[in-house]
């Protein structure tokens, strides 16, 4: 898995404070990331069999504690040793089992579960084909695998991961963890369940239309905000492009 060392520096720098900044402050700032675990949320609620649970990247935190609760087994998967050691710290479920492995490397049991999670990870990795397939075969039957992407279509995307982020480090005094992520397109995506036989079976929803490039959204953060609930509220299919994410439901 490419990244690997700067993915554990970022969060062995950030794991006592990333899930409080991204998912329980609500600000505009981390509107994004908790709407696309709202929408994930969602999906969870209409599921009916949620007994075993994977969440791979999970990140330091439990993000979907009702999953949790409904679950009998939830595997917690991530590359970071510190991240599954703040889960157990806040846990003591014994239906939690955490395992690290980054997902290039990561090869769960065939058939083993009812839900499978991928939010905000699958970018860092290198055989995107594999995983999928990987991913595809650990589900039971009926199960559903969620999957979030960054489109690569997106405007916002594509000056953050070619242009900015090149600019922004000419300007830092002291290097930071960076690493980049892959960007996709759908027909990518629904082609990799093509091959699994399974294409007909996906349904994906675009979000977070972002019109202020990098830096212009820091700077004008209530601008950004205004636009992206705008259009999260009136999704519009001739502005998918502009999106900065797709999710991806597979039901088996």
Known sequence: MKNTGEIEKDFLAKRDTYFQENYVKETKTNYLRRYRNELIRREIEELSTVRTVLDVGCGPA??????????????????VESNLEKIKSQHNADKIKTIQSDLDHFVPKEGAYDVI????????ANDFESIIKVLVKALKPNGTLIISFPNQNSPYRIWGELVYRNIRNLFRKEKAPDYKRALFSEDFVRRQFVLNGSEKKITVRYFGLKLLLQPLDALFVDVDYKILNYFNSRPDSNLNNLSQEFLVVYQQ
């Open 62 to 79: 439990i993000l979907y504690p009702e999953l949790l609760e409904r679950c009998e087994t939830y595997h917690a998967m991530d590359l």
């Open 117 to 124: 999670i991928s939010s905000g990870s699958i970018e860092y």
